[in-house]
């Protein structure tokens, strides 16, 4: 019996070949019924196999990722763990040095200052160079510094520098001289203070350097860098501020002196006044004195001076302003005083040079009393009788 005649007549088999046959014709309908032009399908199609390649490199990469550093992390556990005593107390303990770099807090910068002794002539010269990586006070980051050079053997005679505007690494290149006796080196200190200046406030301390010059091999110029400390603020004795206007109007030939404020003074002496002075080729010229504040320490002012100076004369002119006070068991005392002109240094000489360069304009700025010693022997007033100029 054969395989046709085992089937029943109402069957029939397709053959396998014949069913898969019609698969192309299924995609070629789905494909025709698709209301795409072809080209942009083709697009879809490569966007879409591109963007999962995609995905799948980075979730390869991801997990190659995760399992490399949890290697890294048993590698280093077992290596801390196989260490040796020796090497783990290396690793955890600090040295000596560092320790005491540690407790010296951190540095205020540095400067470069040079000093040369003449023993013949018994001076000292102080040149400083430069600063480098001064500590900014303000938010801003920025400073303006200046230096105040002076020895504590001669603490009268203080050298200032330039103020250096927002840097802080100022250049100052600048030198100045002090007269030192042989027999006072061995205990005499060179003290330079960096200051940050402010016209309208306190000027901040930056730093400190204190060099013994004892210790100091001055048969030889040293020149070299030095840390700065931080400020000793006990040692200063501020003996207040003050701070008036300047203005200058050279066609007309005027001096204008406003005195506006004083702040800290002398706690003793209740009552305060302020007397500004002219002098003329350190001769005693004009004077004029503000009124009377009673029971405060920081007296307030505003009140205005104006002088006939004529411009021919300016070279040969000093400004004298002094800080008075007084109480019922006392008369009147100088608290402290300050030296402005051509002969004037530091931020006084900057302050007049200011109102010079700056005609018929108010320029106004907080000055540090001077002690009426130091004052007065700047000034090297002479005596004599009140010269008085034409016009005046």
């Known amino acids: 019996m054969t395989t046709a005649d085992q089937t029943s007549p109402g069957l029939s088999f397709t053959p ?6 019609g698969a192309p014709g299924f995609i070629q309908d789905v494909w025709d019924k698709i209301p795409l032009p072809r080209w942009l399908l083709i697009t879809i199609l490569v966007a879409t196999a591109f963007l999962l390649v995609s ?5 390869i990469c991801c997990c190659c990722r995760c399992q490399q550093k949890k290697k890294r992390v048993k590698k280093e556990t077992v290596g801390l763990g196989r260490a040796s005593n020796s090497t783990s107390a290396h690793l955890v303990q600090p040295d000596v040095d560092d320790v005491e770099l540690a407790l010296e807090g951190p540095k205020s910068g540095r400067l470069q200052v040079s000093l040369e002794y003449n023993f013949r002539s018994q001076e000292l010269r102080v040149g400083l160079k430069e600063a480098a990586d001064l500590k900014a006070l303000q938010a801003a980051g920025m400073a303006d510094p200046y230096a105040r050079i002076h020895l504590t053997s001669d603490p009268q005679k203080i050298h200032e520098t330039k103020v250096h505007r927002q840097t802080l690494s100022p250049i100052f290149n600048e030198s100045c001289v002090f007269q030192v006796a042989q ?8 003290v330079i203070q ?3 200046f402010h016209r309208f406030s306190p000027h901040a301390p930056m730093g400190e350097l204190r060099i013994p010059l004892g210790t100091s091999d001055l048969h030889h110029v040293l020149e070299q860098w030095y840390e700065l400390g931080p400020p000793d603020q006990a040692k200063q004795e501020p003996m207040g501020e003050l701070c008036f206007s300047l203005r200058y109007v050279p066609s007309m030939g005027k001096l204008t002196v406003v005195v506006l404020e004083a702040r800290g003074l002398k706690q003793g002496l209740s009552d305060s ?3 500004v002075q002219l002098f003329l080729n350190r001769k005693k010229w004009k004077k004029k004195k503000t009124s009377v504040k009673r029971n405060t320490s920081n007296p307030y002012f505003n009140e205005a001076f104006t002088f006939a100076l004529p411009f021919s004369q300016i070279q040969n002119v000093d400004l004298l302003v002094s800080v008075w006070g007084h109480s019922r068991l006392s008369r009147g005392e100088p608290l402290g005083k300050l030296l402005l002109g051509c002969r004037a240094t530091g931020h006084q000489l900057h302050h007049w040079s200011d109102m010079l360069a700056h005609a018929r304009r108010p320029l106004a700025q907080w000055h540090r009393l001077q002690s009426p010693e130091e004052v007065d022997k700047a000034l090297q007033m002479k005596k004599g009788l009140r010269l008085p100029l034409p016009d005046s």
Do not use: G, H, N
């Open 183 to 190: 027999a006072e080196l061995p205990e005499a200190i060179l």
């Open 16 to 21: 396998f070949s014949a069913r898969t046959q």
């Open 194 to 196: 960096v200051l940050d």
């Open 55 to 59: 995905c799948l490199l980075c979730i």
């Open 273 to 275: 006044y302020v007397k």
